[in-house]
T-cell receptor, first 113, second 118 residues
Framework: KAGVTQTPRYLIKTRGQQVTLSCSPISGHRSVSWYQQTPGQGLQFLFEYFSETQRNKGNFPGRFSGRQFSNSRSEMNVSTLELGDSALYLC????????????FGPGTRLTVL | AQKITQTQPGMFVQEKEAVTLDCTYDTSDPSYGLFWYKQPSSGEMIFLIYQGSYDQQNATEGRYSLNFQKARKSANLVISASQLGDSAMYFCAMREGGGNTNAGKSTFGDGTTLTVKP
């Protein structure tokens, strides 16, 4: 079974631009979560989607948004990019339950100049 | 308050020896899952092992075992017979269940960098 895929793998943007990241979960998984990883803040939970609905969210500004499609694929959008948004963005999928094991994709490394 | 604490920023172990990575957690939710992940320098997060809060026995997966002490709120990872390829960052994580607002959120510790010496 194919794992979690994320596109693109690398991205360079400038301040003020917006970016959309994509995540395709493992087949059969209905939950997708997004995380931001930086050297200073570690791994921070952004939000989780289940059956096209946001089930939970972390403490990030409204510039960070996401959505999930009927096939469970998810996108994450960051508007008005700031230098501090430079990070590795990780997507994880799980079956459905809130304590189910999450399997991560390879991540998208975003650099904001 | 931080919910996952990993007190060992870095650890060294000799190849073929066993090593224990510490993790303590904090939650008032009776239903939760505890996880360990490995992150090599490539960046991908690799799932290693899972322990449910209601599981009576410690989880094992090959060379990995989880020493679950519920009363002490600790979930230490034991790696037996270390290999050079085990050198990586290791994260302990928790997902809370129940009906609270944190349901589904994963909280990660700061990680432990493990270096296996030949």
């Amino acid at each position: 079974k194919a794992g979690v895929t994320q596109t693109p793998r690398y991205l360079i943007k400038t301040r003020g631009q917006q970016v959309t990241l994509s995540c395709s979960p493992i087949s059969g998984h209905r939950s997708v979560s997004w995380y931001q990883q930086t050297p200073g803040q570690g791994l921070q939970f952004l939000f989780e989607y289940f059956s096209e609905t946001q089930r939970n969210k972390g403490n990030f500004p409204g510039r960070f948004s996401g959505r999930q499609f009927s096939n469970s694929r998810s996108e994450m959008n960051v508007s008005t990019l700031e230098l501090g948004d430079s990070a590795l963005y990780l997507c994880a999928s799980s079956l459905a339950g809130v304590t189910d094991t999450q399997y991560f994709g390879p991540g998208t490394r975003l650099t904001v100049l | 308050a931080q919910k996952i604490t990993q007190t060992q920023p870095g650890m060294f172990v000799q190849e073929k020896e066993a090593v224990t990575l510490d993790c303590t957690y904090d939650t008032s939710d009776p239903s939760y899952g505890l996880f360990w992940y490995k992150q090599p320098s490539s960046g991908e997060m690799i799932f290693l092992i899972y322990q449910g809060s209601y599981d009576q026995q410690n989880a094992t997966e090959g060379r990995y075992s989880l020493n679950f002490q519920k009363a002490r709120k600790s979930a230490n990872l034991v790696i037996s017979a270390s290999q050079l390829g085990d050198s990586a960052m290791y994260f302990c994580a928790m997902r809370e269940g129940g009906g609270n607002t944190n349901a589904g959120k994963s909280t990660f510790g700061d990680g432990t960098t493990l270096t296996v010496k030949p």
